[in-house]
C-alpha cells in the first residue's frame, strides 16, 4: 500500500508538472504571438 501511494503521488506530481509546463508554455508563447502581432 505504501510503495503504490508513493508511485501515485509521483505520477500525480509527474502529471501536474507536465500540464503546469504545457499551460505555460502555451500562454508563453500566445503572450509572444500577441506581442508579436500587436507591436
Excluded: C, E, P, Q
Excluded at 12 to 38: D, P, R
Amino acid at each position: 500500500v505504501r510503495a503504490d501511494g508513493r508511485r501515485f503521488t509521483a505520477l500525480s506530481i509527474a502529471l501536474f508538472s507536465l500540464f503546469y509546463g504545457a499551460a505555460g508554455y502555451a500562454i508563453l508563447t500566445s503572450n509572444l504571438t500577441m506581442k508579436g502581432v500587436w507591436w
